[in-house]
């Protein structure tokens, strides 16, 4: 079930990794990585392939008033992304190290995309006080790490 069909989050932004698709890791992997980083955060909705690979699953943080739908996708979209995010980039790289992650992210031929939630509290309408995006980017560093990938928002076109 995603958490769109949960009336007690609401969407705030995406994030994708995009990794190399033979970096895909299995559902083992991501449960140990994830439960490893906080013991507060709990994994629903564990869906793999018929070769244990993640699918997908749902992450949810009771401390931070947040969850994160988390889902695996390949192909010639995730290619087409890639070519315009590498375009879009290229020209603010400046360093070794942005150019170097330039050439990484031009491999990757696979995502997960990272949807995060907010939970909805009665009486805190902006979710100023109470949404917190630490285990957002807690989990975003982990998963990069774990596929070999780039962390990335898509909504500013920026590697992290």
Known sequence: MSMFENNQYRWRETYFVLFPSKNR?????????ITGLNQHLTLTN???????RLESL?????ED???????YLSGEEVKEQVATLAEEVAP??????EKQRLDMLRECDARLDILHFEQIVDGDEDGDETFDPSSLLLVLEKLAELTGGISVDPQGGAML
């Open 25 to 33: 890791p299995t559902l083992k992997q991501i449960h140990k990585a």
């Open 46 to 52: 564990l869906v793999a392939n018929t070769q244990g």
């Open 58 to 62: 749902t992450v949810l943080a009771p």
């Open 65 to 71: 008033f947040s969850a994160l739908d988390i889902s």
């Open 92 to 97: 603010t790289c400046c360093c070794e190290d």
